[in-house]
Nanobody
């Protein structure tokens, strides 16, 4: 059984950084992509970033401002997502998701497996 276990988050000071991790447990396929989504209260879940098993990265949303970074470890079992210059708009729940065609895209329906979500609270 495939499980995505997300960790990190919690209380983050505005202007600081946050790092989230997502571990794919029980997944052994060669081709995959893992993405991070953000959901603010009352808003749709939106794709932020993605990395696939070939190492290709995709950044969406605020990415052009250079605030996001995504990386995977050598075993490909864990993906880290970092947000710099955290602002109140980063408040909310963060979800990692996995799809099995090695395609990064910011569309929720594309992803078959989802992590449990981690909460980020931003303090001023």
């Amino acid at each position: 059984q495939v499980q995505l276990v997300a960790s990190g988050g919690g209380l983050v000071q505005s202007g600081g950084s946050l790092t989230l991790s997502c571990a794919a447990v029980g997944f052994a396929q060669e081709n995959f992509a893992i993405a991070w989504f953000h959901q603010s209260p009352g808003k749709e879940r939106a794709g932020l970033s993605c990395i696939n098993s070939g190492g290709a990265r995709a950044l969406w949303g605020d990415a052009p401002k250079g605030r996001f970074a995504i990386a995977r470890d050598s075993t490909q079992a864990t993906v880290e997502f970092k947000v710099d210059r955290v602002s109140p708009s980063d408040w909310g729940a963060y979800y990692c998701a996995l799809e099995t065609r090695r395609r990064c895209a910011p569309y929720k329906a594309q992803y078959r497996y989802w992590g449990q979500g981690v909460q980020v609270t931003v303090s001023s």
